[in-house]
């Protein structure tokens, strides 16, 4: 929830400065062709995942790295859907490979960290059970 109210502080921010800067008629335009880039990519976007596989299969990417840039183009396009300017230079950021690997390791990297942090509190993976013969319940 806090990274939710930061991303709306800083949403208004940048909006609100870009859209002083620019004025009324070009912020208009702007979320207009920025809504259909992000609706053409998303529309695109099998083109983008059939590429990619086929990176995966000729081993030049990872199964995970797979994943990331998968994910990372869908929300990059789906950001530039959103009206905003600060939405919109992620959404643009998250459609090169580069900057979706450096986010996908920063987020990773805090998740890792969480997960570490519960292992050593004495919280672990193993299931305790109790196996019960059944000859000796009857």
Same mark, same amino acid.
Do not use: W
């Given at each position: 929830?806090?990274?939710?109210i930061?991303?709306? $502080?800083? /949403?208004?921010?940048?909006?609100? /400065? ?5 004025g ?5 335009? /702007? ?6 880039? *992000?609706? $053409?990519?998303?529309? =695109? ?5 059939s590429? +990619?596989? =086929? ?6 990417? +990872? ?6 840039? +998968?994910?990372?183009?869908l929300?990059?396009? #789906? ?6 300017f600060?939405?919109?230079?992620? *959404?643009?950021?998250?459609? $090169? ?5 450096l986010?996908?390791?920063? #987020? ?23 196996v ?7």
């Amino acid at each position: 929830m806090p990274f939710v109210i930061i991303y709306l $502080f800083i /949403e208004v921010l940048v909006s609100v /400065e870009f859209a002083s800067q620019l004025g009324g008629l070009l912020t208009f335009l /702007e979320i207009i062709v920025s809504a259909f880039i *992000g609706l $053409f990519l998303l529309t =695109n976007f099998r083109y983008t995942l059939s590429k +990619s596989m =086929n990176d995966l299969m000729s081993g030049a990417i +990872s199964a995970q790295d797979f994943q990331k840039m +998968s994910l990372f183009t869908l929300v990059g396009a #789906v950001l530039l859907m959103i009206p905003g300017f600060f939405s919109d230079i992620l *959404g643009i950021l998250l459609q $090169f490979s580069f900057f979706g690997k450096l986010f996908a390791s920063r #987020v990773l990297n805090l998740k890792n960290r969480k997960n570490k942090n519960i292992h050593r509190e004495g919280k672990d993976d193993a299931i305790d059970v109790e196996v019960i013969d059944s000859d000796t319940i009857k």
